[in-house]
C-alpha cells in the first residue's frame, strides 16, 4: 500500500518547487526534466492525496505537502546516517538502544581505519578540555584503556563513570590504584550497574557538549562515533538514565589498598604475563614531558596507554633479555619509533612506512649487553639528533632531518604488532622489562643519567623459570 510519505519522497522535486508556487504545468515542464505526460500522472497524484492544491490556473503545496516533504527528506536523511554508521554497529544486539539523533552527522570510523586514530585523538582533545566528564563503559578487553579518562582530564573536572559489573571487578583487582585515584581526587565518582553492550563518554565544556560512542567486538574496540548536538544531549540523557539505576561504589574503592595510579599492585614487576607493578615514582623524580610511567597488560604481552609526540620523544626502560643474541626481539615499538635487538645489535630508530627505510638509526653490539644483570635503555630523537643510551651512557648517535610524529597509541612492549590492531605477532622479546616510560621530549644526558639513579628495579633478580 502506498503511503502519503512514499509520494512525497517519489514526487519530492515537484512538491519543492510548488512550494514557491503556484506555478502552472508549462512552468514546471521548464524547471523538472520531465514529459508533460509525467508532469500530468504527477499533480493528479499529488491533488488526490492533498499534498497539493489548484490555485489561480496552476498548482501550490498544501501544508501537508510541506509536512510530508520535510518528513520524506529527514527519513532519507536517517537512512544515509545509519547506512554510515553499520559498520560501527555490527558487533551490537539488535536491541541494543542507540537512537538515530545520535547518527544524524555523526563522525564515524572503525577502529581499523587510520581515520580512528583522528577521532580517538578527539577524544582525548575533548576529554582535556570538559570541564564534565560522563562515561559508561561494558567488559572490555583492554581496561587501561579508561586511563585516559583520569589522566588527561581536566583537575578541576567532575567525572562521574559507571561500569558494569566485570569490569568494575577487573579494574578493583588489577587496576585499584587508578580506581583510588579517580574517587580521592574528590570530583570523581565510580557507580556499577547494567550497562549496554557499547561505550559513552560525555564531555562537556561550557555549554559545548560531544559525545562519543564506543563499540567493541569481543571486548576489543570497534567502533567510534562522535556526535555533537541532538546526539550528544541524546548520549547525555542515556547516561543519566544508566548511572540512575546504578549502584556507587565510591565507599569500597575508598577501602582498597592501592596508591593512586594506574600501576597494577604491589612493588615488584613480574615476568610477562603477569600484572605489572612500575610505580611513577616521587615528585621530584619526574620529568617535564613524561607521558606514562609504568606499562599494562595486553593479552600476555604488555601495553602502555595511548600517548603521541610531534617533534621529540624519549622512551626508555629497563630489560633483563635471556638471550641477547637469539634473532630479531622488539623490546619496545611505539608507533614508527622501535627498540629491537636484531642481526646482533641493539637498535633504537624510526621506521620511515612512506620510503620503507630506517631513520635516525643508532646502534651497538649486542656483546654490550650483559644478560645476567638489568640495564637501562634510552633512546632520544629531537628531528636533527637520534642519541641511544645505556646503562645512562651516550653509547651511539646520529643526526637526521625526519620529521618525527607518533600518532596517539599505546606502546607495545615485548611484541610486534602489525598495522596499527592490538594483536601479538612474531618477533616477540624474551626476557623482562620495567619501568617503560615515553616523553613527548628529548631528554638530555643529565636527564637521562638522573632516571637511571631514580628508577632502577626493586624485583629480585629473575633466573628464568
Known amino acids: ?50 499534498l497539493v492544491r489548484a490555485v489561480d490556473g496552476g498548482y501550490e503545496t498544501t501544508l501537508a505537502g510541506v509536512l510530508a516533504l520535510e518528513q520524506s527528506r529527514a527519513y532519507d536523511r536517517d537512512a544515509d546516517a545509519i547506512a554510515t554508521a553499520a559498520p560501527a554497529l555490527t558487533p551490537l544486539w539488535k536491541e541494543s538502544e542507540i537512537d538515530v539523533a545520535f547518527l544524524r552527522d555523526a563522525d564515524v570510523s572503525l577502529a581499523a581505519d587510520d581515520d580512528a586514530v583522528r577521532l580517538l585523538a578527539e577524544l582525548g582533545s575533548a576529554i582535556r578540555n570538559a570541564d564534565e566528564l560522563r562515561g559508561v563503559f561494558p567488559r572490555i578487553a583492554r581496561p587501561e584503556q579508561l586511563e585516559t579518562l583520569y589522566a588527561r582530564a581536566n583537575a ?55 559525545a562519543f560512542l564506543l563499540t567493541y567486538d569481543e571486548g576489543r574496540l570497534h567502533g567510534v562515533l562522535r556526535s555533537r548536538g541532538p ?5 547525555d540523557e542515556r547516561v543519566d538514565t544508566l548511572r540512575d539505576g546504578a549502584t556507587d561504589r565510591s565507599a569500597r574503592i575508598r577501602a582498597l589498598d592501592a596508591d593512586p595510579g594506574f600501576t597494577g599492585i ?90 620503507e627505510e ?4 643508532t646502534a651497538i653490539p649486542v656483546d654490550r649487553i650483559d644478560a645476567e644483570r638489568w640495564q637501562h ?19 651511539d648517535e646520529t643526526e637526521d632531518d625526519y620529521p618525527l610524529t607518533v600518532d596517539e597509541i599505546g606502546a607495545a612492549l615485548g611484541y610486534h604488532y602489525r598495522g596499527r590492531d592490538t594483536g601479538v605477532h612474531d618477533p616477540t622479546y624474551d626476557g623482562r ?22 628508577t632502577g628495579p626493586t624485583a629480585p633478580a629473575w633466573d628464568g623459570e
Open 1 to 50: 500500500m502506498t503511503t502519503i510519505l512514499d509520494t512525497a519522497r517519489r514526487r519530492a522535486t515537484i512538491l519543492d518547487y510548488l512550494r514557491d508556487g503556484p506555478l502552472d504545468k508549462r512552468d514546471l515542464l521548464d524547471r523538472v526534466a520531465a514529459s508533460r505526460s509525467t508532469i500530468d500522472r504527477a499533480t493528479e497524484e499529488l491533488l488526490d492525496c492533498g
Open 156 to 210: 578541576d573536572a567532575d567525572l562521574d563513570l559507571v561500569f558494569s559489573e566485570s569490569l568494575f571487578e577487573t579494574l578493583a583487582s588489577t587496576f585499584p590504584g587508578w580506581l583510588r585515584g579517580v574517587v580521592l581526587a574528590g570530583t570523581g565518582r565510580v557507580a556499577v550497574g547494567p550497562v549496554p553492550e557499547y561505550g559513552l563518554v560525555v564531555c562537556r565544556a561550557g555549554d559545548d557538549c560531544e
Open 231 to 235: 546526539g550528544a544531549a541524546w548520549a
Open 266 to 355: 604491589g612493588d615488584v614487576t613480574p615476568p610477562f604475563g603477569g600484572v605489572s607493578a612500575v610505580a611513577e615514582g616521587d615528585a621530584e623524580e619526574r620529568t617535564e614531558g613524561l607521558l606514562c610511567g609504568g606499562y599494562a597488560v595486553d593479552g600476555g604481552k604488555l601495553r602502555t596507554p595511548a600517548f603521541g609526540a610531534e617533534g621529540a620523544c624519549t622512551v626508555a626502560f629497563w630489560m633483563q633479555p635471556n638471550d641477547p643474541d637469539g634473532g630479531w626481539q622488539i623490546l619496545l615499538k611505539w608507533d614508527y619509533v622501535t627498540i629491537t635487538l636484531r642481526r646482533g645489535e641493539l637498535h633504537g630508530m624510526v621506521y620511515d612506512p612512506d620510503c
Open 358 to 361: 630506517r631513520r635516525a638509526d
Open 377 to 395: 635503555v634510552a633512546y632520544t630523537y629531537d628531528e636533527s639528533h637520534a642519541r641511544l643510551y645505556l646503562d645512562g651512557e651516550l653509547v
Open 433 to 454: 622489562l620495567y619501568d617503560a616510560r615515553l616523553y613527548d621530549v628529548a631528554l638530555s644526558a643529565e636527564e637521562i643519567e638522573r632516571l637511571v639513579t631514580a
